[in-house]
């Protein structure tokens, strides 16, 4: 049994190093130090109080992926609503089920909420994964006039969708709304290149140009968490 929590907790602190861009070394003294390694990563990168809860769940989700689904099936077959339907579709989305998540994201707007934002922006989203670009883009029109989709990652992967679709100048003016200062760094990063793809260098340039100054003033959480696209900046600005 013991054996077998310190596996989970490895791959919990592995996929937490991951998922977070810390720095890689962390993975090997998790892996040659395996209690040690968790318990050290656990303490200095992890753990708050405020965190338990989380943690516990995430590992719980680690060792069985597919308890919280079959979970919350029970739950929708005890009780068909649309708040248990959208958990649902959020947790295969979560699981990278895109498929299910829009299955159940579609019968939920079926009712009477059609317009429902937070469920189409995650259907969207789904569909942007499973690389259905005409039906991101047929999903956000409802939507283009909330007021939460200007400068959303919404409105980011519908511009990515335009783009595959061969509407540039669209793509483009919907990519734009993403150049957010201290924000939305990786989002800013496809915007560049983007743009170098349209031989728009000077542009591309002042975005990367741009990120790498703001990332002079991040935070060492910001630093840590966005360390690959700061690097990829950097040497893109070399090239330029």
């Known amino acids: 049994m013991l054996y077998y929590l ?7 602190c592995i996929y937490h190093v991951i998922k977070y861009r810390n720095q890689y070394y962390w993975i090997f003294l998790i892996l040659f130090l395996p209690a ?3 318990l050290i990563y656990l303490v200095t990168q992890v753990y708050n109080k405020r ?11 680690i060792i ?3 308890k919280k ?15 248990n339907r959208v958990n649902l579709a959020d947790a295969y989305l979560e699981l990278g089920d895109n498929q299910n ?3 159940h994201y579609k019968e939920a707007l079926e009712g009477n909420f059609q317009n429902d934002f937070y469920v189409i922006k995650n259907m969207v989203e789904a569909f942007y994964n499973i690389e259905d670009y005409k039906g991101v883009i047929q999903y956000v029109e409802p939507i283009r006039a909330h007021k939460e989709f200007l400068k959303s990652r919404t409105q ?7 783009e595959k679709e061969g509407k540039l100048e669209e793509a483009e003016a919907n990519l734009k709304s993403i150049d957010v200062r201290f924000s939305f760094y990786d989002e800013r990063l496809v915007y560049a290149k983007f743009l170098l793809s349209q031989n728009k260098t000077e542009k591309a340039k002042a975005v990367l140009e741009s990120i790498a100054s703001e990332a002079q003033h991040m935070t060492k959480t910001n630093k840590r968490l966005y360390r690959q696209t700061i690097v990829e900046v950097e040497k893109m600005i070399e090239t330029l």
């Open 6 to 12: 310190i596996i989970a907790l490895q791959g919990f």
């Open 36 to 38: 040690i390694g968790c």
């Open 51 to 61: 965190d338990a809860e989380k943690i516990t769940s995430e590992l719980t989700h």
């Open 64 to 66: 069985n992926p597919t």
């Open 69 to 83: 689904i079959n979970d919350l099936e029970k739950q929708l077959e005890f009780s068909d609503t649309y708040q």
């Open 101 to 103: 998540a829009i299955n």
């Open 156 to 162: 980011f992967i519908y511009g990515l969708a335009l």
